[in-house]
């Protein structure tokens, strides 16, 4: 039985110190230019599905999804969001914590945590070896277009770590 156990938390562990070994985001690698980032994604199709926000890229994980390239047309950085209508603060409430398990489960503890009252946001940080995440549940009724609509969000960056 111990053994059982020994090689499970062997494999838990190769496999949790594997994916923050991964020098960028999910399937794609930091530095990557455009051209080959779109046919790695053209690649993971089945993976994506449309986007809902009207300039989101494609969506993963259930979230509008962003990429970002510097001068050179390399990839630097990857912007994942979720909004939500103030009617459904449950809902926002529910997908955040849903979000910050799998984060957890993925990469381990936070590196930071804040938990701001006032302005109603959560903020939770890890930084990898290779990349820096950073998790913000913002639930702070904000008005957001010309109808009154309100929302809250939950957005995830993904960047390059950088040297310290």
């Known amino acids: 039985m111990k053994t059982i156990i020994t090689l499970f938390s062997l494999i838990i562990?190769?496999?949790?110190?594997?994916?923050?070994d991964f020098n960028?985001?999910?399937?794609?690698?930091?530095?990557?230019?455009?051209?080959?980032v779109e046919k790695v994604i053209a690649e993971n199709k089945n993976?994506?599905?449309?986007?809902n926000a009207l300039d989101a890229q494609f969506k993963f994980q259930g979230m509008n999804t962003w990429l970002f390239y510097d001068a050179q047309n390399k990839l630097i950085k990857v912007l994942q969001r979720n909004?939500?209508?103030?009617i459904h603060h449950k809902e926002a409430k529910d997908f955040f914590v849903s979000f910050k398990d799998l984060l957890i489960k993925k990469y381990g503890k936070p590196n930071q945590y804040k938990k701001d009252k006032k302005?109603?946001?959560?903020?939770m940080?890890?930084?990898?070896?290779?990349?820096?995440?950073a998790l913000e549940y913002?639930?702070?009724y904000k008005i957001i277009?010309?109808?009154?609509?309100g929302s809250y969000w939950i957005d995830v960056v993904f960047e390059p770590a950088k040297p310290d």
């Open 119 to 123: 302005d109603s946001l959560v903020t």
């Open 145 to 149: 277009d010309e109808f009154g609509a």
């Open 47 to 51: 993976k994506l599905s449309d986007a």
């Open 13 to 20: 562990l190769t496999t949790a110190s594997q994916a923050q």
């Open 24 to 36: 960028g985001w999910e399937f794609l690698f930091w530095k990557t230019n455009k051209d080959s």
């Open 83 to 86: 909004t939500f209508s103030v």
């Open 125 to 133: 940080t890890w930084k990898l070896k290779f990349t820096t995440i």
């Open 138 to 140: 913002d639930y702070k």
